[in-house]
């Protein structure tokens, strides 16, 4: 069992994420998951991620406020509870249309070793 306090999640920057504030929570460290991670996104009034897309699947959960996810030609605003998986390659945005700080849980496979 790894056992991981959340004052000792370290910040990460994400790629074309704009106004949104992540933690690591598990994963990329000695004695974690081995096949993915999990992170903690903050998404501030207005903020967001994309448009663009990734090799790796993920999903999502929304645990506090709102947030749009646009992928597939799909738009859908998620809350409190409400998940979704985006497929590898699938182009999305995700975005916060609300005025309270949107929080969600990621989860991602990682990436492939070269």
């Known amino acids: 069992m790894r056992v991981k306090d959340f004052q000792s999640a370290q910040p990460y920057e994400a790629p074309n994420h704009f106004d949104v504030r992540s933690l690591r929570l598990q994963g990329f460290e000695d004695g974690g998951p081995a ?15 994309g448009p663009d897309a990734s090799p790796l699947e993920k999903v999502y959960v929304v ?23 985006i497929g590898a390659n699938v182009q ?9 700080v949107a929080t969600m ?8 070793k070269h």
């Open 35 to 49: 096949s993915f991670w999990v992170g903690l996104s903050h998404i501030l009034p207005g903020g967001g991620a």
């Open 63 to 85: 645990l506090a406020g709102r947030v749009r996810v646009s992928a597939d030609g799909e738009e859908r605003v998620l809350e409190a509870l409400d998940s979704v998986c």
């Open 92 to 100: 999305r945005t995700v975005s916060n249309p609300g005025n309270d």
């Open 105 to 112: 849980l990621v989860v991602m496979p990682y990436p492939p």
